[in-house]
């Protein structure tokens, strides 16, 4: 089985940044696709971005322009650079980890809060 474990989380100002990581580790075999996804109280969660194995890249519409995602196939990580955070940034934040395009893995979440 795959655990990932996230890092990063933390209380900013608004317009400040912030740099998630998560690391996999265990059955790491036929990973193909790795992103963020972030609940806040009350709400779905929902996406923030993905990305797969070759690089490909997908984004909510509200962090375009503004996060951006990247991973490091050989070390089995991705993270998530956060820049120009906004308090409705503020959210629980998820890894997730896809193998072989079905199977679904998730972090224990990491809180990210901004204040205004």
């Known amino acids: 089985q795959v655990q990932l474990v996230e890092s990063g989380g933390g209380l900013v100002q608004a317009g400040g940044s912030l740099r998630l990581s998560c690391a996999a580790s265990?059955?790491?075999?036929?990973?193909?696709?790795m992103g963020w996804y972030r609940q806040a109280p009350g709400k779905q969660r929902e996406l923030v971005a993905h990305?797969?194995?070759?690089?490909?890249?997908n984004y909510v519409d509200s962090v375009k322009g503004r996060f951006t995602i990247s991973r490091d196939n050989a070390k089995n990580t991705v993270s998530l650079q956060m820049n120009s955070l906004k308090p409705e940034d503020t959210a629980v934040y998820y890894c997730?980890?896809?193998?072989?395009?079905?199977?679904?893995?998730w972090g224990q979440g990491t809180q990210v809060t901004v204040s205004s």
């Open positions: 997730n980890l896809q193998r072989f395009s079905i199977i679904d893995y």
């Open positions: 265990g059955t790491i075999a036929g990973i193909n696709r």
């Open positions: 990305i797969t194995s070759t690089g490909s890249t």
